[in-house]
């Protein structure tokens, strides 16, 4: 595996020409950082996502439900909540010249990240607000669609998690406290007032989690939702109409 990484390092970061700097490299994947960090970038929905800032690295599960989501939204106002390196509002933006799309995180260098992002993709400031916010609170518009990959793992699952992701990928935007519905519960309880009439929410979460969020959607009178599996068949993310 780590062979493996090594040559995929090699020809993304050094154009398969070993220097100095990519030994200096290799000891970070021997020491156990993840390969994207070292390359210092991934792909998603063929967007280039820096990561230099250090954000979550983008998942393939989250990949698949926006582009999944994507193929049926042409036009229209977006917010990107929970937006760390922005990948998901960048692949809203990339998909249709049509689409606005604003970004909100709490986190400084992932508004720093976000910028980084919107710059290297070539999106023009007139289609973006970039919101720093504690969930809603910074948020000030009303939207067409709500994208939301919110911190869900649940504390007590910490020591299944990957050593490598609790070592290297900020904490904050990985646990959603005791249960891992800390921020799905803020989200829910106010999302409806930051959408338009017929507006939609998509938000992902953990398979186990699914039987949880339905409660939360009745207590918060959402009316209309359908779940849906991701590509390895484990529920994964929720589509709510307003
Ligand atoms: C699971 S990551 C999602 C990142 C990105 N959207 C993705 O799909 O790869 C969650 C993000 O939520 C942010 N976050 C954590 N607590 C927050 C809060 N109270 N308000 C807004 N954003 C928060 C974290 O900084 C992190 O960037």
Sequence with gaps: M?????SWLLKEKYNNKPTKKYYKDV???????PLDYVIGFTE???CKIDLSRSPLIPRPETEYWVSQ????IKSGKVLDIFSGSGCIGIAILKHSQSLLCDFADKDVGAIKQVKINLKINNISSARYKIIKSDVFDGVKSKYDYIFANPPYISTVKKNKIQKSVLKYEPKSALFGGKDGLFYIRKFLKDARNYLNPGGQIFMEFDFIQKRGIELLLKKYSYKIWEFHKDQFSKWRWVSVLN
Excluded: C, Q, T
């Design 2 to 6: 780590l062979e493996k990484e090594k």
């Design 27 to 33: 000891e970070r994947l021997n020491s156990g950082e």
């Design 44 to 46: 998603f929905l063929n």
């Design 69 to 72: 989501e994507l193929k049926n």
